[in-house]
Nanobody, 115 residues
Framework: QVQLVESGGGLVQPGGSLRLSCAAS????????MGWHRQAPGQQRELVAA???????TYADSVKGRFTISRDNAKNTLYLQMNSLKPEDTAVYYC?????????WGQGAQVTVSS
């Protein structure tokens, strides 16, 4: 079993940046893919970005060119660099990873973009 814990959320002004981190309790080498999802109140959870064990990435159209997902297997950590943030990015962001048997989810980190 893998525990995932997000950090780095907070309040930021439009146009600002944040970096979310997702620390795993054990090796993430067997998690493929890993990704970030987000959910705003009253909205469906949506995929923001994902990365395979080979480093292939995919992004939602709404964040392409602004967000970058990466993973550091040596540090058992997944990252989401968020630049040029917009109010529409406000949501709870969840880290996840797919293992051989289970899919794992973090508790979520609040990101609020407001002037």
């Amino acid at each position: 079993q893998v525990q995932l814990v997000e950090s780095g959320g907070g309040l930021v002004q439009p146009g600002g940046s944040l970096r979310l981190s997702c620390a795993a309790s054990r090796s993430i080498g067997s998690l493929n893919p890993m990704g970030w999802h987000r959910q705003a109140p009253g909205q469906q959870r949506e995929l923001v970005a994902a990365i395979t064990s080979g480093g292939v990435t995919t992004y939602a159209d709404s964040v392409k060119g602004r967000f970058t997902i990466s993973r550091d297997n040596a540090k058992n950590t997944l990252y989401l660099q968020m630049n040029s943030l917009k109010p529409e990015d406000t949501a709870v962001y969840y880290c996840n990873g797919r293992g051989p048997v289970y899919e794992y989810w973090g508790q979520g980190a609040q990101v609020t973009v407001s002037s």
